[in-house]
């Protein structure tokens, strides 16, 4: 902006500000956003399930990491349109609130987008698209609600939550030892839960790894591990009851300038434990992996599995996963949308379709005809009233899946729907993009 004045003196204002700004609106501006986010979540789609693949990320300082979490992969990406920023951002509130899901919630938002785009080319409203896709979430939320089951465990039987964290971990990088890794997740979480109280405090676990040795020697520390040697070779290896001064200052001697050493593997290292402290139930899950990416991806998968527990120590409320759940809220929103007059039935409707999509790519991911495979449970679910019925990625014979006992909490399916549907409703009501001009 700047100040003029014309040939008689009088002052007047130069806007400068559009000069070097671009603006896309209406019908315009909405589609735009919508196909950035529809490109994000693609990336995600086939990272989806237990057949779901890996990505193999690159920074720009060459470190690459191996992952099939979905939150993670966003991170990584350095994604740069805005409107892909904010699915990158779904993905981590669902992280942050509920640590699983990471995947599903992007894949959900993206249908929900690419159906809201047929219905602005069929001339209806974003804003009625947005208020149809509020309803509907309602509806499917009240459905979870009605199909939950309850899940039991307690201390002394902690099979069931074992086998869920197994059922989590089967698609990770830990799949082949899914058992004593799942083992290990369910005391951790038990350790420092609350139980009377339904309350983790995820802090008090600490996932700490080393390069070297082999998955196998992964194992839970009833307290802390530090990776420091003993200053002299010939202080005592184990020590009872002894009290622990804390230094916050170096207390090392000084390093030699040059340092040779020879790569002698890491299994003979030493490490400091403390273990058994009175005043804190803090445990460390120490892992060990052959390089630093399986270490980093094990590490994440542990975090998921770790999550999964405190979410059903909170609250035990589940439904059965496998898109079981996704096609039973799809049939209760079909049937809700049936009972509207007005235009919103119509993004009512799209809203179930876009709830088939988790299916259709837990399907395809493993390989399965999707549209075949999702028509065929639905129709089941339908006739035998049973919303237990999902796809059976692993080809087990059963389309049960409380039978294949693969469950996710109601929790983060909640929070999936919730999550997705109010990113799409903000995406729709963009009809202005003002940004800086390419060309400056
Ligand atoms: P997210 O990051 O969203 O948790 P995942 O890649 O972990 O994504 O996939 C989770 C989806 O896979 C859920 O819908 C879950 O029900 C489904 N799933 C997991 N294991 C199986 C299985 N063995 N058979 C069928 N579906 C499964």
Redesign the pocket.
């Known amino acids: 902006m700047s100040l003029a004045f014309d040939e008689f003196g009088r002052p007047f204002i130069i806007l400068r500000e559009q000069e070097g700004k671009t603006r896309v609106t209406g019908t315009e501006a909405v589609k735009g956003s919508i196909h950035a986010a529809k490109s994000v979540a693609r990336i995600?789609k086939s990272?989806?399930?237990?057949?779901?693949m890996d990505k193999m990320l690159q920074s720009p300082d060459g470190d690459v990491t191996i992952t099939?979490?979905?939150?993670t992969i966003l991170e990584m990406m350095e994604v740069e349109n805005q409107i892909g920023k904010l699915m990158v951002e779904l993905?981590k509130s669902?992280d942050h609130e509920i640590g699983?899901?990471?995947?599903?919630?992007?894949?959900t938002a993206g249908a929900l987008l690419e159906h809201a785009e047929a219905l602005i080319d069929m001339g209806l409203h974003p804003l009625r698209i947005a208020e149809g896709y509020e309803w509907a979430c309602k509806v499917a939320t009240q459905n979870l609600d009605n199909i939950k089951s309850t899940f039991s465990f307690s201390p002394s039987d902690i099979e069931p939550l074992v086998k869920t964290c197994t059922?989590?971990l089967?698609?990770?990088v830990v799949g082949r030892l899914k058992e004593q890794m799942a083992q290990i997740c369910v005391k951790a979480v038990l350790s420092v839960a609350e139980l009377a109280r339904r309350d983790v405090n995820l802090d008090l676990i600490k996932v700490e790894g080393k390069v070297g040795g082999t998955m196998e020697d992964t194992r839970l520390v009833q307290g802390i591990v530090i990776d420091k040697e003993f200053s002299h070779p010939q202080m005592p290896k184990e020590l009872k009851n002894v009290k622990i001064a804390i230094l916050t200052c170096p207390f090392e001697p000084p390093k030699p300038k040059t340092k040779h050493k020879v790569s002698f593997g890491t299994t003979k290292d030493k490490m400091l434990v403390i273990e058994g402290c009175p005043n804190t139930n803090a445990v460390t899950i120490f892992v060990r992996g052959g390089n630093k990416m399986v270490l980093d991806e094990i590490k994440r998968s542990l975090h998921?599995a770790l999550c999964v527990t405190r979410n059903l120590v909170r609250d035990n409320a589940i439904v059965?996963?496998?898109?079981?759940?996704?096609i039973s809220c799809a049939l209760a929103v079909e049937e809700a949308a049936n009972k509207v007059v007005d235009v919103e039935q119509y993004a009512m409707r799209a809203f179930a379709d876009a709830l088939e999509s988790?299916?259709i790519a837990?399907a395809e991911n493993?390989g399965l005809p999707p549209i075949e495979s999702v028509t065929a449970v639905k129709k089941r679910q339908l006739e035998e009233k049973n919303p237990h019925l999902?796809?059976?990625?692993?080809e087990?014979g059963t389309n049960d899946?409380r039978e294949?006992n693969?469950?996710?909490a109601v929790a983060?399916k909640k929070s999936?729907l919730f999550l997705a549907t109010q990113v799409c409703k903000m995406i729709l009501k963009i009809d202005d993009i003002i940004k800086p001009s390419e060309v400056q």
């Open positions: 995600l990272s989806m399930g237990p057949k779901g099939n979490d979905g939150a993905s669902q699983d899901g990471t995947t599903g919630v992007v894949v059922t989590t089967s698609s990770k998921d059965y996963g496998g898109g079981a759940s996704e988790i299916p837990l493993s999902g796809i059976d990625c692993n087990t899946m294949q693969i469950f996710e983060s999936q």
